[in-house]
């Protein structure tokens, strides 16, 4: 008997071991075929195109409402400290900061992390879970390079400007100068002291210029021909900013398009206030740059206004035959989701945060009611944004 019991139990613990991979073989083609079944095309049935082309005029008008209405506040006359006008831009100013970051912590990184581990994506993606905090970190780096870079150029021009200055007053044509190069609008009040005398040359080692500044901007204003160092950084900034929110208008404008159509009018719903909002953003940091024409500021922010349509009309063209669900589609998603949200990232925390309120006399020498009514209008900002990413 026992001789029968040696022979049996190896042949049962084959059969069983033999059970146990089948079983593993059954799950893993189970597995296989379900991360083939969610990376598949999926066609869109019933594409109501009158909607999506309509969709495109819509949120062309959300955005250029939101876009807009901060500069026309700002430009159509002018205003006092203090007055309607000044609470509206100052509160607007801080809830498009809020917007910001709310749109780089929910909207964006979420979305980045997501993708960054789709089943679509190849094992050498996936075998590492935090590729959305690294490409976001490495575009705040890249960043902060451009801004040093961009800051010493125009330090290199104006070490140029002031020398061809100083050519042109030791050559003693100082009064032409004066007439045909320095602006009417800086030459309010001028002094020019003369001191120290180089052999039988005088040479002029100070100006003083009184200029006319901007309700409540606490920086330097255009020189001439060339910027100040936190003009120069205000005009980086928003461009920057500006770059971050146009990579993701082009992936919503996209989404939207080739979304089924059981989440289509709650998906533009969201978008709407999305746009609205975000363009209030951009439109607040505009009026922040010395621009004395109305153009520049219209041109950059119908930028902004445009990409979101040209995204949609993008996704209607290629609904047909479009994979959200690829390889290709997730990955491309996934970076530029993680790279915008570090541009917004950084552009909300050192050039808005810290230069408008942690390291600005003007915001620490301002009224405590100005203050709270602007961390509150950040507040909401936020927190508007974070509700909106529950459908977008």
Request: proline share 3%; net charge negative.
């Amino acid at each position: 008997m026992a001789k029968y019991m040696n022979i049996l139990m190896p042949c049962l613990a084959i059969l069983y071991a033999n059970q146990v991979y089948a079983q593993s073989d059954i799950e893993a083609d189970t597995d296989a075929s379900s991360d083939e079944d969610a990376c598949a095309l999926i066609p869109l049935e019933d594409y109501n195109m009158g909607l999506r082309v309509g969709s495109i005029f819509i949120i062309l008008g959300t955005s250029a409402l939101g876009t807009y209405l901060p500069i026309l506040l700002h430009r159509i006359s002018p205003y006092k400290p203090g007055d309607i006008r000044d609470w509206l831009l100052t509160v607007g100013k801080f809830f498009g900061t809020g917007v910001i970051l709310a749109t780089a912590f929910v909207h964006m990184l979420p979305d980045a992390l997501e993708n960054f581990s789709s089943p679509c994506l190849t094992q050498g993606w996936l075998s590492y879970g935090a590729f959305a905090g690294i490409f976001c970190m490495l575009s705040s780096f890249a960043l902060q390079l451009l801004e040093v870079v961009s800051v010493a150029h125009m330090n290199k021009l104006r070490r140029r400007k002031q020398e061809r200055i100083d050519a042109e007053l030791g050559n003693g044509r100082y009064n032409n100068f004066a007439q045909e190069k320095i602006p009417s609008d800086i030459l309010h009040s001028s002094q020019i002291s003369k001191q120290q005398t180089v052999g039988d040359e005088e040479r002029i080692e100070s100006h003083t210029h009184d200029h006319d500044h901007h309700i409540g901007d606490d920086h330097g204003h255009v020189h001439g021909a060339f910027l100040e160092d936190d003009e120069a950084y205000k005009h980086i900034g928003t461009y920057i900013l500006e770059l971050g929110i146009v990579m993701h208008s082009i992936l919503i404008g996209i989404t939207l398009s080739t979304t089924e159509n059981s989440e289509f009018i709650t998906l533009l719903i969201a978008l709407v206030f999305h746009q609205f909002f975000e363009g209030m953003a951009l439109g607040t940091r505009l009026n922040e740059m010395s621009y004395k024409s109305w153009y520049k500021p219209v041109l950059m922010g119908s930028i902004y206004i445009i990409m979101t349509p040209i995204g949609i009309a993008i996704g209607i063209g290629i609904h047909s035959s479009f994979n959200p669900n690829s390889y290709s589609a997730v990955l491309a998603s996934a970076i530029l989701d993680s790279l915008s949200a570090g541009i917004l990232l950084y552009n909300a925390y050192v050039s808005l945060m810290s230069m408008e309120i942690s390291h600005s006399t003007a915001f620490h020498n301002a009224s405590t009611t100005r203050k709270v009514c602007s961390f509150i209008s950040m507040y909401i900002g936020a927190g508007l944004m974070s509700l909106i990413g529950e459908w977008a």
